[in-house]
């Protein structure tokens, strides 16, 4: 026998009515076959296994110790066979058995919640996973997730499907105190308060860096985070000024009491939000994912983000406008 070798599951099937039956014919009159066909069979699964499973000219049939413990088993394998063969039916018909996506964390709470109950309607099995994009961009490339949504398009790696979603404008947040009669710009909000920033470990507060840079902007930086809750604080109690994107304030919506929003340069900067999986394993579902998170931006989220910076455009979203 060659030890590598599997079962296959129309011997196993023979055998086990050759083991509810009284005889090698009855079995053969059950299965619709002849007599031989069931010998040839007992005999190839015999063969197959090294050993006799039946003992020869015996009514009823009576097993031999293999054949005991083979019996014992094959109903538990045919039974997960079947099972098996109904989850994929039910998963072709639903489109999807398992998915699992990992969103940046300002996207998980804007969007998770709501798309965790849309999704359950489509998959057997859903998991969710947050945090920073270079966390994301790992757990994706070690086949830890299947979908991820975030601002990193994963260039110069092949094979991918790519869906742009939206563009996440970066503004600005000051504390009331700091508000003039006219608008500040940002060099004067440089020269007058500290900025309270998001730390370089994170792809905002390096974007944070890049905006700094090309405004040519020396600001005094007094405290950094990752977290936007605390950015906010630090602005609500007078410490600082403060950038953030446009998602990042949905998370913050509950604390903007004592704060002022502000533009950042008529909206031109800002994150691409994108979704990533890997080409064609996940069917029609990334599309899909992606029509959701549009939809929901537009029909839920934008409204929010109005009614606290009224200013801001349904176009400065738009990815191509």
């Not at 014919?25 to 190839?44: E, F, H, M, V, W």
């Amino acid at each position: 026998m060659n030890q590598d070798q599997l079962l296959d599951t129309s011997l196993l099937r023979l055998f086990v009515t050759i083991a509810e039956s009284n005889s090698l014919n009855d079995a053969a009159a059950r299965l619709g076959i002849t007599q031989p066909a069931i010998s040839q069979g007992l005999r190839q699964l015999e063969d197959r296994l090294g050993t006799q499973l039946v003992v020869r000219r015996t009514r009823p049939v009576k097993l031999t110790v293999a054949g005991t413990v083979l019996r014992q088993n094959a109903d538990a394998i045919l039974g997960e066979l079947r099972r098996l063969n109904a989850m994929v039916r039910d998963a072709a018909e639903k489109g999807l058995g398992r998915c699992r996506l990992g969103m940046v964390t300002s996207l998980s709470e804007v969007f998770g919640s709501q798309l965790f109950a849309k999704l359950q309607q489509r998959v057997e099995s859903l998991t969710m996973r947050s945090g920073l994009a270079n966390q994301l961009r790992h757990d994706f490339l070690n086949r830890e997730t299947d979908i991820v949504i975030s601002n990193d398009p994963f260039d110069g790696i092949e094979h991918l499907e790519r869906y742009p979603l939206l563009r996440d404008p970066m503004l600005i947040a000051i504390p009331k105190e700091l508000e003039m009669s006219t608008l500040p710009e940002p060099s004067v909000l440089a020269a007058s308060s500290p900025l309270i920033k998001y730390g370089r470990s994170s792809d905002i507060g390096i974007y944070t860096e890049v905006i700094l840079r090309r405004a040519n902007l020396e600001t005094k930086v007094k405290f950094e985070t990752d977290d936007t809750h605390t950015l906010m604080r630090f602005v609500q109690g007078g410490h600082g000024w403060g950038i953030l994107s446009a998602l990042c304030l949905l998370q913050v919506l509950h604390r903007l009491e004592g704060i002022v929003l502000l533009p950042l340069d008529n909206s031109r900067h800002f994150r691409s939000i994108h979704l990533i999986a890997r080409q064609g394993e996940m069917g029609s579902l990334p599309e899909s994912i992606s029509e959701m998170i549009q939809t929901m931006f537009y029909a839920e989220v934008y409204p929010q983000i109005t009614n606290v910076a009224p200013w801001i455009e349904k176009k400065s979203f738009m990815l191509t406008h």
